[in-house]
C-alpha cells in the first residue's frame, strides 16, 4: 500500500510543473506582444489597433490553444 501512494505523487508531481512552465510562458509571450504593439505605436505616436486586426489576433490566439491542446 505505501507504494500505491508514492506512485500516485510521481504521476500527479508534472501537473503544478506544467502549470507553472505555462504561467512563464504565457506571460513572456504577453510581454513580448505588448513590446511590440509599443514600438509599432513610438512611430506615428498612437497605437491604431483596428477591430480587424483583434479579430484576427483572436482567431490566431485560439487556433495556437487548440494546436496545442491536440499534442
Given at each position: ?13 508534472w501537473k ?6 505555462g504561467g ?14 509599443v514600438q ?32
Open positions: 500500500m505505501g507504494n500505491e501512494s508514492m506512485e500516485i505523487t510521481t504521476t500527479d508531481n503544478p510543473r506544467a502549470l507553472v512552465i512563464v510562458v504565457g506571460a513572456a509571450v504577453g510581454i513580448a506582444a505588448a513590446y511590440l504593439l509599432r505605436s513610438k512611430g506615428d505616436g498612437a497605437s491604431k489597433f483596428s477591430v480587424g486586426e483583434g479579430v484576427k489576433i483572436g482567431v490566431l490566439v485560439f487556433g495556437l490553444l487548440r494546436s496545442i491542446t491536440n499534442l
